[in-house]
């Protein structure tokens, strides 16, 4: 039981490329969910999943894009990246959108844009 | 908007002391939930302890407790018997019933002194 994993751990890419990160679960979660961590700040929403074949903008989409694969596996993609895009990006997965449920997260994937 | 406010950038605390580290939030909704995380320098993010808004009873967790101020909508972490593992990040987030992601403060950063 791997949990939540993600690939690549680190990236370095130039502006202007595209690139896409990869999330799986294995704890057969429907929701599923996309984060940035700049310096200084906390985690902001990119983009999330409520269910399979279903996905929804969070509080920073501008210049993703995401794909909601199967139920295990949602993706991130980063079409013209850009310097402001330079952060750590955190997946994470939780059982449904139940309140009470923990959202268990990846260990992310350090991305830099030159 | 719901946002939620750590005052405090870094706190410093002798090994064996109790710590307490603040969190604030903004908001309309009746019916939210909260959380503390922690994040050590392997980058993972690791739920400490939560707390359902509908109820008034603090939230425990071994070490770790929270007073849980609805009125004052204040919620801080209080760390008993500290030790060097809970060297890391902590951040405060917030999810109100109808939403999905989590709203997260900006982080304290906790030292523990040996």
């Known amino acids: 039981n791997a949990g939540v994993t993600q690939t690549p751990k680190f990236q370095v890419l130039k502006t202007g490329q595209s690139m896409t990160l990869q999330c799986a679960q294995d704890?057969?979660?429907?929701?599923m969910y996309w984060y940035r961590q700049d310096p200084g700040m906390g985690l902001r929403l990119i983009y999330y999943?409520?269910?399979?074949?279903?996905?929804d903008k969070g509080e920073v989409p501008n210049g993703y894009n995401v794909s909601r694969l199967n139920k295990r596996e949602f993706s991130l993609r980063l079409e013209s990246a850009a310097p402001s895009q330079t952060s750590v990006y955190f997946c994470?997965?939780?059982?449904?959108?139940?309140?009470?449920?923990?959202?268990?997260f990846g260990p992310g994937t350090r991305l830099t844009v030159l | 908007a719901q946002t939620v406010t750590q005052s405090q950038p870094e706190m410093s605390v002798q090994e064996a002391e109790t710590v307490t580290l603040s969190c604030t939030y903004d908001t309309s909704e009746s019916d939210y939930y909260l959380f503390w995380y922690k994040q050590p320098p392997s980058r993972q993010m690791i739920l400490v302890i939560r707390?359902?808004?509908?109820?008034?009873q603090n939230a425990t967790e071994n070490r770790f407790s929270v007073n849980f101020q609805k009125a004052a909508k204040s919620f801080s972490l209080k760390i008993s018997d500290s030790q060097l593992g809970d060297a890391a990040m902590y951040f405060c987030?917030?999810?109100?019933?109808?939403?999905?992601?989590?709203?997260f403060g900006k982080g304290t950063h906790l030292i523990i002194q040996p």
């Open positions: 999943s409520a269910s399979e074949g279903t996905t």
């Open positions: 707390q359902e808004a509908y109820k008034q």
């Open positions: 704890m057969n979660h429907n929701s």
């Open positions: 987030a917030y999810k109100w019933g109808g939403a999905d992601g989590l709203t």
């Open positions: 994470a997965s939780r059982r449904d959108r139940g309140n009470n449920n923990e959202q268990f």
